[in-house]
């Protein structure tokens, strides 16, 4: 039987791949049952909690904790002391070393019988700070008389005689920039600024950790990626690798935060002190001070472009703080800003920066949504400039097959043009505007990756399918593999249950970021299942006493075919399934892949918004996303991560910041004043997927978990600027900063 | 050979040259060339870096094969979130 | 300190519990009494991840006492399916996909049932005003609300 990888999404006949059956874990979620992070709990557990600086830069000269230990009920308490493996950022991060270097950076632990006992315990911590002068503004931290965080971390690509706070230069692009501008009739250059925004997943991070006295660990946890915590932390305890076995909790949203460790180290070291199992649970205000928001960015951008509407020259100089690490986003928005457009002149240079604030974290397309704010700004504005229609302009620039990529490379098959159009046919397009409202569009590209992964499939004597996989599920993963492996099988859906293993069930798998899963477990999960057919159709053969070469598999059927192969009626897969003992055991598919190969993917924004001229309040009032989906497995979960990602991007444009008083300290940790959109805030958020397949995946599929964040800042900005007659260049476009403007222009 | 395309950044390493060759007939052999050739980008090639072969990208399977007229494009390595 | 002992009816149940004075409800539910359902997604009272009804009464239970359930009778996401039998928003939220990782559902579920106890027929807006407490990070809330609607306009029906 032939089963090779030719490309297959053109034409094929989907059984179960774009229906929208229930998810797997529904009914877990919506009746309470379903266990997330902090809802485990273990026999003799106790609960640790972490003691966290109040100051945005300090050295750390002692710590005494003779105090706590002393108090009764308390088990443990844990310093940087007792992490002896080779120092990294990461571990830093977790626990700090020589000095803190942001509001909220962890310095001690204790692990006590109660939350009650390990607060007092904390009271009782001496730690002797000698506090340092500190800089959270990325523009300010790239100054020479900057307070500096770190002597040795700015690498071989920094000029000479900058600031030891600038860590690292990029620059992309081709052409000649200068040339590009001489031919422009019209050129606008504008400077941006951004605030951090933090993933605001609604499930704080949260860990049980038990070792024994053996050396060997479990660790329950929420986490994009148990087998990467499982790396990650073994090392930084002195343990193998195969000692420590990680099971992943449901996980209550990550959007790339929960991407590392914050707790997890922790929580182990006081286990193994303490020889007792312990529960970690941030509260909204640690997840907030400590855990990774985004960059906040400084961009200047200039782009040329000519009456007929033909963008001659690109050019945007990016600053990204990242935090107190090296490690900002800054060359995927680098990168990224000008991909949708074909531009025979573009260059980009970015800097990462590094400022007394919590270290950055992936967040859904990192760096990518803040480069594409500034360039569809600007060319919003040219646009407006030249009295030229806005998606005709884009149309017309738009990156196609064989484009040369701002950031290097020619696209292959990619779908902006066809976002573009299906925008252009949109009702929504020509549909009136009122008074004081405006239409913005932004265009927004992505990469997608694959990685590491591994899929193990069952059949069970009965005829069903137990699919084993080691990405943690999000938005409805197990429902997608769930239909693949139905889809390849040609079996129901309903026969087919998929779970998340645990590290010690399957080999190394990548975490769930990088809008990978559906393509790279996908492509993974389609293997195992033929790979479990090409068993199958071989003890068919076995049975039918022909070559197995005879056999091919169709409608979940072993099938004679060939001249030679006799005629015997189709061996469905249970049957095939209820005789395996018989015919040579167990059967079982599986596949271990670095999934290489993955495409990009881009999308289409339009919004409409109404500006109150008298506060500055913005109301969006429609907004319709046009991605690239290559092919929805399960359209009603692509429609919400397009939904998603929209609404993200809106509360990133309007409301969400972090704000830094001039202590340092973080003033809004906490849902109140760190305000995420609200259901009254938001119309419904229409979606047209467009299926441009992609030819590195047997069924077609794209990512499409992160593009969806990368247009609506601009989308949203155009139609604010649109509405309130003056061009906006800070986010978040909060009232205070609208009016502003408003009066601004007024004067 | 293969041309490889070089990001603005780590054109310091290749004496301001945007494209250089190397002889490669996959991922490994144009890794290894390249910090041979150009130290220079042997730190951000430790750093990680993926590669974009004709479109796609690759981030660690040394044996690709990498075709004569392939169009190469070194990138810092890819994350997501 | 003393713990207070509390009799209390949990989803139709009849029950005691010891807590401390300074406990919330949310932390008796899920610490004492194992019910995991309420999730802590702030313990501020703004994201509404914990919410339940008291004596028929939408509350954010990380802002109630446990003490102060003493009498009153408090309703759970546990206690909205009755055995096998979805209640219609549980079912509807499935049918509709409105939901992704899933750790606002329960809140809002409970929210949901407390508007349509109230208004049975909701108009678009105030179902969204009505949610508004509860944060949604995944969704965006479109399919959230189509589910609210259309499980209010089955159960007008029904």
Partial sequence: MALDDKHEADGRVFKVVGTRPVRPDGIDKVTGRARFGADMSMPGMLVGWVLRSPHAHAQIRSIDTSKAEALPGVKAVVTRKDFTAESDDVLDNCMAGAKALYDGHAVAAVAAVSAKVA??????????????????????????????????????????????????????????????????????????????????????????????????????????????VRNVCAPMLGMDIGKLRVTASEIGGGFGGKTTVFLEPVALMLSRKSGRPVKMVMTREDVLRATGPTASTSIDVKIGMKKDGTITAGWAEMRYQGGAYPGSPVQFGAMAAFAPYNLKHVKTIGWDVVTNRPKQAAYRAPGAPMGAYVVESVIDELCGNLGLDRLSVRLKNASTEGAKASYG??????????????????????????PSQGRGISCGFWFNFGGDTSVSLSVNNDGTISLSEGNPDIGGSRASMTMMA????????????????????????????????????????????????????????????????????????????????????PMSLAEIAAQASNTGGPIAGHHEVNAEGAGVSFATHMCDAEVDPETGAVKILRYTVFQDAGKAVHPAYVEGQFQGGAVQGIGWALNEEYIYGKDGRLQNPGFLDYRVPVAS?????????????????????????????????????NAVSAAAGVRLTELPMSPPRVLKAIDTARA | MVKVAIWGSLRVATEGRAEVEVDAKNLRELLDRLADAYPGIKPQIDRGVSVSIDGLIYNDSWFTPIGRGSEVVLLPRIVGG | MTQIH?????????????????????????????????????????????????????????????????????????????GETLHPLQRKFLEHAALQCGICTPGILVAAKALLEKNPNPTETEARYWLAGNLCRCTGYDKIIRAVMDAAHEMRGA
């Fill in chain 1, 681 to 717: 805030d938001l119309p419904m958020i229409d979606t047209v997927i467009i299926e441009v397949p992609n030819p590195g995946h047997p069924y077609g599929v794209r990512g499409v978990g992160e593009t969806s964040i990368v247009p609506p800042l601009a989308a949203v900005a």
């Fill in chain 1, 486 to 569: 139905a889809e390849e099988l040609g079996i129901p859906y309903d026969s087919v249950r998929t779970i998340i293993a645990d590290t010690s069930a399957l080999g190394q798998n990548e975490v769930t970021d990088g809008s990978r899963v559906t393509f790279a477990v996908g492509l993974a999960t389609i293997k195992a299942a033929r790979d479990a057919i090409t068993k199958m159709c071989s003890r068919a053969a076995k049975v039918w006493g022909i070559d197995e070469d005879a056999v091919i598999w169709e409608d979940g059927h072993a099938k004679p075919a060939g001249p030679n192969a006799g005629k015997f009626p």
């Fill in chain 1, 119 to 228: 607060k007092q315990a904390l009271k009782l911590i001496a730690v002797d700070y000698e506090v340092l002068p500190h800089v959270t503004d990325v523009d300010e931290a790239m100054k020479l008389d900057a307070p500096v965080l770190h002597k040795d971390k700015t690498d071989e690509t920094v000029p000479a005689g900058m600031s030891k706070n600038v860590i690292q230069r990029f620059e992309y692009g081709h052409g000649d920039v200068e040339a590009g501008f001489a031919e422009a009739d019209e050129i606008v250059s504008r400077s941006f600024k951004t605030a951090a925004t933090h993933q605001g997943y609604i499930e704080p991070h949260a860990c049980v950790a038990s070792m024994g006295p053996d050396g060997q660990a479990d660790l329950w946890v929420c986490t994009q990626g148990h087998y990467m």
């Fill in chain 1, 409 to 434: 490379p020619r696209f292959g098959k990619i779908g902006l043009t066809a976002t573009l159009e299906a925008a252009k046919a949109h009702p929504h397009y020509s549909a009136p505007l009122g």
């Fill in chain 3, 6 to 82: 509390v009799s209390t009816t949990i989803n139709g149940d009849a029950g005691e519990f010891l807590c401390e004075p300074d406990e919330t409800l949310l932390d008796v539910l899920r610490d004492r009494l194992g019910l995991t359902g309420a999730k802590e997604g702030c313990g501020t009272g703004d994201c509404g991840a914990c919410s339940v009804t008291v004596d028929g009464r939408l509350i954010c239970s990380c802002l109630m006492l446990g003490a102060e359930a003493d009498g009153r009778e408090v309703t759970t996401i546990e206690g909205m399916a009755n």
